[in-house]
């Protein structure tokens, strides 16, 4: 079996095996200068319906810690990556698992962020990304539309191709909802140079009456001590779609 590593994107399978260790590290999580052991487990478990569902267990130990913490998962799903990072700069890390869904389009990465409280205990961090980006949209005219951010009012013209025009005729979406996949990509950064770290999640959109106008929407979360909330999404080039302005 490959062993995730922090920071890598490196498939790995998880057997059926119950407490199969899938990665273990020693790190100080909590920042007094000692070493607690983080384990990565995979298992099944029957849930009230009697049916099989897989789980990843995180296992924290050592140092007065002995923790567990669980993420359900289906039977396609496979954990690709694992970091320890300090996200909220608190001193503390937090324990970041990255888990691949599979299905159509650009895929489906589930994030899930586990953070440590003053009392050696264990807790999921929430992250507010449960809607689509509620964009408003308008013709402005041909093949160009008017897409604005209803979060900082930031707005794009885009333009689609030829090829994209004549396959779908061009209707009008002024007034449409586009239709947002699930995130494909997470990643963290600082990107006001505050100290804290971001989270970036990146996730296609489409039009239902449009459906060959595809682009990428990077969206940006902010902690604010309960919750990662979205800050302002940022239109990203796709093909047979670019952005005028």
């Not at 990072?85 to 970041?96: C, F, M, S």
């Not at 869904?101 to 507010?128: A, H, Y």
């Not at 994209?164 to 997470?186: F, L, R």
């Amino acid at each position: 079996m490959n062993n995730p590593t922090p920071n890598t994107t490196t498939p790995t399978v998880v057997t059926q095996t119950e407490g199969e260790t899938i990665y273990m590290a020693k790190q100080d999580l909590d920042g007094d200068g000692k070493a607690e052991t983080i384990s990565l487990l995979g298992f099944d478990k029957q849930d009230s319906n009697q049916l099989a569902v897989k789980k990843i267990k995180v296992r924290i130990e050592g140092d007065g810690w002995n923790q567990e913490a669980e993420s359900v998962y289906d039977s396609h799903v496979k954990p690709i990556d694992l970091a320890i990072v300090d996200l909220t700069a608190d001193g503390r890390k937090e324990i970041a698992l990255k888990m691949d869904r599979g299905g159509t389009g650009k895929g489906n990465v589930e994030l899930t962020l586990f953070t440590l409280l003053q009392d050696k205990k264990l807790e999921e961090m929430k992250i507010d990304n449960n809607r689509a980006p509620e964009f408003k949209l308008r013709l402005v005219n041909g093949n160009k539309y008017e897409l604005t951010d209803p979060l900082t009012g930031r707005y794009w013209i885009l333009q689609t191709d030829e090829e994209h025009t004549a396959a779908t005729g061009n209707p009008n979406m002024s007034g449409q909802k586009p239709q947002a996949d699930p995130a494909h990509e997470w990643n963290w950064t600082d990107a006001d140079n505050d100290g804290k770290m971001e989270l970036v999640s990146k996730q296609a959109v489409w039009m239902a009456a449009h459906a060959n106008i595809l682009f990428d929407v990077q969206t940006t979360y902010k902690w604010d001590g309960t919750t990662w909330k979205p800050q302002g999404y940022t239109i990203l080039p796709s093909q047979g779609v670019k952005i005028v302005n």
